[in-house]
């Protein structure tokens, strides 16, 4: 009762028009943010965060949160359209998004994307106002050893769901935790593959791989489509909206995903990318027709849109509540908050309850005003369709230079951008699965970091991954992840000998 008392009051401070005027300019400005290749919604907040500096506290984070989940909204738009995910978060929507555009279904999927985004955030920001300290308090109980395991079963969920063959996925998986040991350890200082190449002591950023595999990869394969004429470019558009048979398909897997992804952005350090990657495998494993994931299908689009929508809003939950960002664009507005004279913390929504509960009603309001623009937006940005492949792609190359330029300035991103694309190229041309090297690469990092840890905490002992019942669970989890795949297989491949024998 308390909560709805405090919700009341702050949508007396959303509704004022100079709030609603922010929430509306910072959405705008993320969703044309989160479709740029690189820049995803901390380097938007980051930018923008300037405009803030003469706002009081309630417009400067209300700002900051319309950005945030605008560029949410817009992330998916590059990848729906031309194969290239606005940032991580965004790459599972080039899985059934851009397949769907080459059938001719673009519109059905930019519709669905922002569809599936409203209510995404509009769900998480309920289930916010409910139970955000009792959230807050269960994702502190994830240490070293159940991130370590929560890492591991959305890899191997991953890896196991892989299309067309397993050991191509774990294979794929392998690969990209390889990549992710270059750099200098973290606890040792060592430093690992580098190569005596200074840029590579800190690593591979996860952007450059995302945009070079996905961009790059299909500028490559276009090349071929292009010279043979089959490339080719549509001129006739439909309207932004989906089927009433497109919508039975889509409604429970938003459902699904939306807890998912609130749950997986409440953790800290999980985040969007992982939450639209976890939502999509448990959709294509709960699907009857698995086989249409990767071809097209319109819920793994949906699936992936609303989880992430839902974990931008879980990722504030362990930064307000316990002053723990939960993604770097938390960490950005957790700056943000501290640079205003807001202390995070559990004290913060009994000390600055007006600042705090405005920002969660502008959610609610910012979740409407970014579905009515966006769909629109979506009947213009679809029309890039219709410029012919040999303008279309030199556009796309340029945005992706651009954007791994922006990422970390350095010109060495340029020549990892070519070999990874190169890469992204022969593993499509081998049928090796991307997905799980590109999870690898962002998770691989902490999960090396949790598990050492871990494994440091318990004197060397390996039983902190069975002590307590959340690990257990995890590890139960990650095994069903694996061998439930393997025997849906036998399944069906017993169905098939019974009917050709009959």
Not at 298 to 322: D, H, K, Q, R
Not at 325 to 338: C, H, I, K, N, Y
Not at 345 to 364: D, K
Request: hydrophobic share 55%; net charge positive; glycine share 12%.
């Amino acid at each position: 009762m308390d909560s709805l008392m405090y919700l009341l009051n702050g949508f007396s401070v959303a509704f004022a028009p100079m709030n609603i005027m922010w929430v509306t300019i910072g959405g705008i400005l993320g969703t044309i943010i989160g479709m740029l290749p690189g820049l995803g919604p901390a380097t938007g907040v980051a930018v923008l965060l300037p405009l803030t500096f003469t706002m009081g506290p309630e417009a400067a984070l209300i700002t900051m949160g319309g950005v945030y989940y605008g560029a949410m909204y817009g992330g998916s738009r590059a990848s729906i359209l031309i194969n290239t995910p606005g940032d991580g978060a965004a790459v599972a929507a080039t899985f059934d998004g851009y397949p769907m555009t080459l059938k001719g279904k673009a519109e059905a999927a930019l519709a669905i994307s922002a569809i599936a985004s409203f209510i995404g955030g509009i769900f998480a920001t309920l289930v916010m106002v409910a139970v955000a300290m009792p959230v807050a308090r269960f994702a502190l109980k994830f240490g070293p050893a159940e991130y370590f395991l929560l890492f591991l079963f959305a890899l191997s969920a991953t890896a196991s769901m892989s299309k067309g063959d397993r050991v191509k996925g774990f294979l794929s998986m392998a690969l990209g935790l390889m990549v992710a040991t270059i750099g200098i350890d973290a606890q040792s200082g060592v430093k690992r593959f580098t190569f005596g190449i200074l840029e590579l002591q800190s690593g591979i950023d996860f952007l450059v791989i995302i945009i070079a595999v996905y961009a790059l990869g299909e500028v490559f394969k276009s090349f071929q489509n292009i010279a043979e004429g089959k490339k080719k470019v549509q001129k006739e558009f439909g309207r932004i909206w989906i089927s009433k048979e497109e919508w039975k398909r889509c409604v429970w897997p938003i459902l699904r995903s939306s807890p998912l992804g609130f749950f997986i952005g409440a953790l800290p350090g999980a985040g969007g990318t992982m939450a639209a990657l976890m939502s999509y495998n448990n959709e294509k494993s709960l699907s009857k027709h698995p086989e249409e994931f990767g071809e097209g299908a319109i819920e793994g689009v949906a699936a992936p849109e609303a989880a992430n929508n839902a974990a931008s809003v879980g990722a504030m939950i362990p930064m307000l509540t316990l002053g723990i960002p939960g993604s770097g664009t938390t960490a950005v507005m957790m700056g943000a908050l501290l640079m205003l004279g807001l202390q995070p913390g559990p004290m913060l929504f009994q000390q600055q309850s007006t600042v705090i509960w405005g920002l969660i009603a502008s959610m609610f309001i910012g979740n409407i005003i970014l579905a009515f623009v966006n769909i629109p937006m979506a009947g213009l940005l679809v029309r890039v369709l219709a410029v012919p492949p040999k303008i279309l792609y030199p556009i796309v190359l340029g945005l992706a230079f651009v954007g791994t330029y922006a990422i970390s300035y350095s010109v060495m991103d340029f020549y990892l951008l070519i070999i990874f694309g190169v890469v992204g190229y022969f593993l499509s041309k081998a049928k090796i699965p991307a997905t799980p090297m590109i999870l690898a690469i962002i998770v691989g990092n902490n999960m090396e970091q949790s598990f050492r840890r871990a494994y440091k905490i318990s004197d060397g002992s390996l039983s902190i991954f069975w002590s307590s019942p959340l690990a257990i669970a995890l590890i139960i989890i990650t095994v069903l992840s694996v061998i439930l795949p393997i025997i849906g297989d036998m399944r069906k491949k017993r169905a098939a000998g019974k009917g050709q024998t009959a």
